[in-house]
Nanobody, 126 residues
Framework: VQLVESGGGLVQPGGSLRLSCAAS????????MSWYRQAPGKERELVAA????????NYADSVKGRFTISRDNAKNTLYLQMNSLKPEDAAVYIC????????????????????WGQGTQVNVSS
């Protein structure tokens, strides 16, 4: 299993970025996926999650209305569109493989994730 994130960088407050996570080594369309983030000195936190079909999503309150998670199962790729970025959004963004389809979904439970990417750095500063 490999999860490779890309798309991070430096952006001004109010700007946008689109992150991608290329998945390989497993049947991508059979698993829920999530984006987490971790800032220095802080715990890893869930940003957004999406079930295997893409039909249901879940967001942290801090990003609702600004971020959109999506997936392209034909391309084995997970996305995170981030708009109206704030300095407090700066972190390493990490994609993670969640639960297989057909199981009760617990997107906020870290123990339900078995594979993690290396992360991509997002900096928000003027």
């Amino acid at each position: 299993v490999q999860l490779v994130e890309s798309g991070g960088g430096l952006v001004q407050p109010g700007g946008s970025l689109r992150l991608s996570c290329a998945a390989s080594g497993f049947t991508f369309s059979s698993y829920a996926m999530s984006w987490y983030r971790q800032a220095p000195g802080k715990e890893r936190e869930l940003v957004a999650a999406i079930i295997s079909t893409g039909g249901i999503t879940n967001y942290a309150d801090s990003v609702k209305g600004r971020f959109t998670i999506s997936r392209d199962n034909a391309k084995n790729t997970l996305y995170l569109q981030m708009n109206s970025l704030k300095p407090e959004d700066a972190a390493v963004y990490i994609c993670a493989r969640g639960q297989p389809a057909g199981t009760i979904w617990y997107p906020s439970d870290l123990h339900r994730y078995d594979y993690w990417g290396q992360g991509t750095q997002v900096n928000v500063s003027s």
